[in-house]
Structures are given as structure tokens and as C-alpha cells.
């Protein structure tokens, strides 16, 4: 697998050392030879020349057979600075320079070629053509001086070759951050929408065709993508939101077919109990009356009667739950007046540790109802909060406000006007598993004694009767807040249109 | 005290000149109440069914009629109306405890007691009286609907 944790300025530079140790001895090698060969052979050209213009001095001048003036020739092969070494031979008679160079002397050989001897002297002989002498010129020449240039040229070379090198590492280095720089800004917009920035513009800030084409290409995909995605979320949301209200639907309409069923239930079970307890009453007055005053029989026909009378109200409680009230009287009804009798009662009657607050709100619109039911159903509502408080305490609110509902409230709730009746407790609250058994006849989590269990179904029974909605929240040591939705009297929101229209016009 | 009656349809031996008929189908109920009744004075006949009472009423007329609403095959509220229309001048008492005649029956708006007595009074009854009561309540509702 590829190393992530190496960047373009270092391959580069890998890859530059590498070209230039491949190459750059190979190019060293081939210039030192061409500069040696030139050398090399620049100096053989010019001291053969050299020579032939000595040799030629011998066969032009008067110069062969005279002692002096050969030695003087031959001195001056020497002075010149050209040669190291001069001898003349002729007819078997050496003359050799009285200035020759010491510890060179001729060997009897002749360099054709610059490094035919590895020694620092170069040797040519030369015949000379002139009659009556068998003569030849011996030179010797100092090839050093070349061999310094050879040396020099060689030095001056690799550094210019390694200066090549070192600046052309340098200007990839440079290149490669002017072309990273760009990429890594574009690398860091990137990063940031991933982890969430999803406004914040791709863009790199180069003039760079390729960089700048490359960021505009992935600008428009990042707005096409943030396009999408908040397509999607809000896809999301609606179906969430869709799936919420078909389980609250559901929920809803599973409690009502229980409780439906256990208003037959109720209904059947109401009416037995009711025949039989017209016999066990007048049967039970009669024998009283018929005791005498001081009879130990009457306290035990009284308490017959007493039991019977319970058995009556709680009778009577099951047929509230029962929609007894939809026989009731219905009017157009200002809830105000009833809440705040039930406020007034409560404040009177709570114990020192809970606080009644009652929070009226905004202009009350009348409500097609009943004072007595909602009398009632306020008193029910609120004494299930006081009990839910208990003896730790807490606040009691009591609210009423009108509510526009624009269709995103919980399920069965319609679009339009509202009176709003809000019970909220600070108590122990509830979790989903009690809430969805509230509002079952005889359901309560209290102690055996301290409830009857049907307060909340009779608030159940009184809301289904008035055709209102009854929505609650709850959480558990927090606390529960039961709403009441009353629609507006028609008539009230038909003569408000009609005052719009009226502005309007 | 009168003793209780052999049948639930037997006449009074009062001397009271008001008659009253009661019908219910519960047998307790209508011995109780006749029983009642008779001990304010008054001359009571019963019958247990709706059929039945309307065949006593053919027989002999009478001032009172305090009917159940809730009976079997005919209920109460066709024998209200039977009787306010053949005997203009009886007095009707309807009493109901609610429930249905039948689970098939059941229509969650008219189960209850106040259900059934609203229909009642909508069909003539004069009074109505809501299961269950007590001695004092039934015999002030009977002075009540024969008034002064």
C-alpha cells in the first residue's frame, strides 16, 4: 500500500537526487573527455608545429657542423618556455642544451599520442633533410601545464554541475509548494465541509489553471451535494414528522376503542347494578321503619342504606365515564367564570406547601359547553394534579388561552381556533406505559383508599361529550400537563370573518 | 306494615283512592317499590312487563303510571307513549338505571340514565326518575306529578 505520510515536495526532491546521480557522473564523464581530448590534442598540434619550425631552422639556416650556433639554437627551444628538453644528432654527434630542464634526459623514444608515456615530459624527434648530415632534433616538452588545465577544467566542472543539481532541487522544491499551496487550502475547505461547515466555499486561490478548474468543479458539486442533502433532511424530518402523527393516531385510536369498550362495559354493568340497588334501598327503608326506636337492628339497616347510597355514587361516576353528559345542556359558554370558581376553591383548600397559579391569557372566546362540566372536568383535572403532587409540594397552573392551530399540533388536532385549558403539575409525573391506562375506569396508581380511580375517566367521558381534545404530556419526577382544546363557537369565528370583511371593504 | 304480596300484580287492599301501576321487568324492584308504595297509601298494581301493564291499564285505569324504560321487546318508552295518548289523564313517572338492551344495541350517545330519561320526558313522561332511589324520593315524585 501506497505512504500517505509522504508529500509532493518530498517525492520530488527523491526524484530529483536520483535523475541527477544517474545522470551527472554519466555527463562529468563525457565532458572531462572532451576537454582532455581537446586539450590533449591542442597541445600535441602546437608542439609539432613547434618543432617543425626548429627542424626547419637546422635545414634552412647555416646552422649544422657549427657547435655554437647549434647550441645556441637549441637554447633557444628552452627559452622560449616551450620546450624542456633539446638535443640535436647529427652523424652520430649529440649536442644537447646547456639548458635543458635537469632530470630529463632522452630515452631513444618518440609520444605519438599525449599519454603514451605516463612520464611528464613529451618527446618528439624530428629528421632533418639537409645533405651531408644524417641528423635528427630531439625535443622534449613539459605536458604538466596541460595536465593543470585538464585538472582545472575537470574542477570547475563538477561544480558547476553540482551547483546545477542543488538549484534545480531548489527550484522543485519551490514549484511543487507553489503548486501544493493552493491543493492544501483546498485539502483544509474540504476537511471543514466534512466535518459538517457544509456552507463554506471550496475555492483555491491560485493561478494555477488546472488547481483553479479542479476547485470550481468540486465547488459545484459541494453545492450541488448541500442542495441534496437538505432535500433529504427535510425529506426526513416530514417522514418523521408523518410517522409521529400516524402513531399518535394510532395510539389514539386504540385508547378510545378501549375505552369505548369499557364504556359498554360500564354502561351494562351501571345498569344492573342500578335495578338492584332499588330493592336492596326500599327493602332496607322498610324493615327500618318498621323497627322500633330503640331496635339494635336500625344501625345495621342504616349502614345498608349508607353502603347502597356509596354504591349509587360510584354508579353514577361509571355513566359520567359513560358519556352521561351528552345529555347535558350545551351553550355558548365563556370558560372563564368556571375555571376561576374552581381556582378560588382550590386556593382555599390546598395545603400550605403548593402554590395555585392561575394564568388567564389573551381575549376568551366563547366555547360550545356545559359550566357544570367544566366545572367539573377543571376539579377533576386539578385534584389529579394535587394528588400527583402530594405531600412534597410543588405548583399547580391553571391556564386558559386561545390557540390558533395551524395543522403541525399532534395528531386529531384540526387547523383553527381554539380555547385552551391547561392543567399543569409539578408532581411525580408519568411514564408512557401509566399514560396510556389513564383514563381507564377504576385505573390508579395511588393507594388503596386514596382514590377512586375514575376521576380521569370522568374528564375523558366530559371531553368525548363536548366533542374537545384532550392532549397530556408527562415526565416522570418532572411533572404532567393535561390540555384541553375547546373549538371556537362557530358563530363566533363566522361574526369575527364577518368583521374582517367588514374592515376589509 | 302490609305484608309483602304473593304476586307482583296483585291489587292493593288500601283504601287509598290513587291507583298506581308500576312496570319493570325486575321482580325485586317491583315488589320494593309496590311495597313502598302501599305504606304511603296508595293502591298499587304491578305488572312485568310492558305487554302486561298496558293489558292491566285496558282493565282498570289508573292515576299513576311509573314505568321502566328499559325492557325487554317493548320498552318503556312505547308504553309512555301508548298510555299518554289512549289515557290523556294518567300521570307518568319514567325511572331508568341506564345501560343498553342489548350489547348490539349499544350507541355510545343514549346508554345513560339521563340519556334514556330525556327521551322519556320527550315522549310525556311527567317526571323522571333516575335509578337508583331512595323511599322518600319516589313518593315525592308521585305527590309531585299529581300535584295540589
Redesign the interface.
Known amino acids: 500500500m501506497a505512504r500517505l505520510d509522504v508529500g509532493l515536495a518530498q517525492r520530488t526532491v527523491v526524484a530529483g537526487v536520483a535523475v541527477h546521480l544517474l545522470t551527472l557522473p554519466l555527463v562529468t564523464w563525457v565532458l572531462l573527455v572532451v576537454v582532455r581530448e581537446a586539450q590533449t590534442n591542442n597541445f600535441v598540434q602546437h608542439v609539432r608545429t613547434f618543432a617543425r619550425g626548429v627542424a626547419d631552422g637546422f635545414e634552412i639556416a647555416p646552422v649544422l657542423g657549427d657547435t655554437n650556433k647549434t647550441s645556441k639554437l637549441l637554447d633557444s627551444v628552452i627559452l622560449t618556455g616551450e620546450g624542456v628538453y633539446a638535443e640535436l644528432a647529427d652523424n652520430g654527434r649529440r649536442t644537447v642544451s646547456a639548458l635543458n630542464h635537469p632530470g630529463i634526459s632522452y630515452t631513444g623514444r618518440q609520444d605519438l599520442e599525449f599519454s603514451d608515456h605516463p612520464d611528464s615530459t613529451y618527446f618528439i624527434v624530428l629528421p632533418i633533410n639537409k645533405s651531408g648530415h644524417d641528423a635528427e632534433v630531439r625535443l622534449g616538452f613539459d605536458k604538466r601545464p596541460t595536465l593543470d588545465d585538464i585538472a582545472e577544467a575537470r574542477e570547475r566542472i563538477v561544480e558547476v554541475l553540482i551547483s546545477y543539481a542543488v538549484l534545480s532541487l531548489v527550484m522543485a522544491v519551490v514549484l511543487v509548494q507553489y503548486l501544493t499551496r493552493p491543493l492544501a487550502s483546498l485539502g483544509e475547505s474540504a476537511r471543514q465541509v466534512a466535518s459538517g461547515d457544509h456552507e463554506r466555499r471550496l475555492s483555491a486561490n491560485t493561478t494555477i489553471r488546472e488547481v483553479h478548474d479542479l476547485a470550481a468543479d468540486l465547488e459545484k458539486m459541494r453545492a450541488e451535494l448541500v442542495g441534496v442533502n437538505a432535500k433529504l433532511r427535510t425529506e426526513m424530518d416530514e417522514r418523521a414528522r408523518v410517522e409521529a402523527q400516524r402513531q399518535a393516531l394510532e395510539s389514539q385510536l386504540r385508547r378510545r376503542q378501549r375505552l369505548?369498550a369499557l364504556?359498554?362495559l360500564a354502561?351494562?354493568?351501571?345498569?344492573?347494578?342500578?335495578?338492584?340497588?332499588?330493592?336492596?334501598?326500599?327493602?332496607a327503608?322498610?324493615v327500618l321503619?318498621?323497627q322500633p326506636p330503640d331496635s339494635p337492628s336500625r344501625e345495621d339497616l342504616l349502614g345498608i342504606?349508607r353502603s347502597?347510597r356509596r354504591?349509587?355514587e360510584v354508579?353514577k361516576k361509571v355513566?359520567t365515564f359513560?358519556?352521561?353528559m351528552?345529555?347535558?345542556k350545551r351553550e355558548r359558554l365563556d370558560l372563564t367564570e368556571p375555571v376561576e370558581e374552581v381556582v378560588r376553591l382550590f386556593r382555599a383548600l390546598t395545603p400550605p406547601g403548593i402554590l395555585v397559579v392561575k394564568c388567564i391569557e389573551g381575549h376568551c372566546l366563547p366555547v360550545i359547553a356545559d359550566a357544570t362540566l367544566i366545572n367539573l372536568l377543571t376539579m377533576n383535572l386539578c385534584t389529579n394534579a394535587l394528588q400527583a403532587m402530594g405531600a412534597t409540594g410543588g405548583t399547580l397552573t391553571v391556564g386558559l388561552a386561545p390557540l390558533t392551530a395551524t395543522g403541525l399540533e399532534p395528531a386529531g388536532v384540526a387547523a383553527g381556533n381554539y380555547m385552551q385549558l391547561r392543567i399543569q403539575d409539578t408532581g411525580h409525573g408519568m411514564d408512557p406505559a401509566t399514560m396510556e391506562h389513564i383514563f381507564e375506569p377504576f385505573f390508579t396508581t395511588r393507594a388503596a383508599g386514596e382514590g377512586t380511580g375514575l376521576g380521569l375517566a370522568v374528564v375523558h367521558g366530559i371531553v368525548e361529550s363536548l366533542g374537545a381534545i384532550l392532549l397530556v404530556d408527562s415526565n416522570p419526577g418532572v411533572g404532567t400537563d393535561f390540555r384541553v382544546l375547546f373549538r371556537v363557537a362557530e358563530e363566533q369565528t363566522a361574526s369575527q370573518r364577518a368583521e374582517v370583511r367588514h374592515d376589509i371593504s | 306494615m302490609t305484608s309483602p304480596e304473593g304476586s307482583p300484580e296483585d291489587r292493593s287492599q288500601t283504601s287509598s283512592t290513587v291507583r298506581i301501576l308500576v312496570i319493570d321487568d325486575e321482580l325485586d324492584l317491583l315488589t320494593a317499590l309496590s311495597g313502598t308504595l302501599r305504606r304511603a297509601g296508595y293502591r298499587v298494581r304491578t305488572a312485568h312487563s310492558a305487554e302486561r301493564g298496558l293489558a292491566l291499564l285496558e282493565q282498570e285505569a289508573a292515576d299513576v303510571l311509573i314505568t321502566d324504560v328499559i325492557m325487554p321487546r317493548k320498552s318503556g318508552i312505547d308504553v309512555i307513549t301508548t298510555v299518554r295518548t289512549l289515557y290523556p289523564s294518567t300521570r307518568v313517572i319514567a325511572m331508568s338505571g341506564g345501560g343498553s338492551f342489548r350489547a348490539s344495541d349499544y350507541q355510545p350517545g343514549s346508554i345513560t340514565t339521563s340519556a334514556y330519561l330525556l327521551v322519556s320526558e320527550r315522549a310525556g313522561a311527567h317526571a323522571v326518575l333516575a335509578k337508583p332511589f331512595e323511599a322518600s324520593e319516589i313518593i315525592a315524585v308521585v305527590r309531585q306529578v299529581l300535584g295540589p
Open positions: 369505548e364504556g359498554t354502561g351494562g354493568v351501571a345498569h344492573e347494578i342500578n335495578n338492584t340497588l332499588v330493592p336492596i334501598m326500599l327493602f327503608q322498610t321503619d318498621a342504606l347502597a354504591s349509587k354508579v355513566l359513560s358519556r352521561q351528552n345529555s347535558g
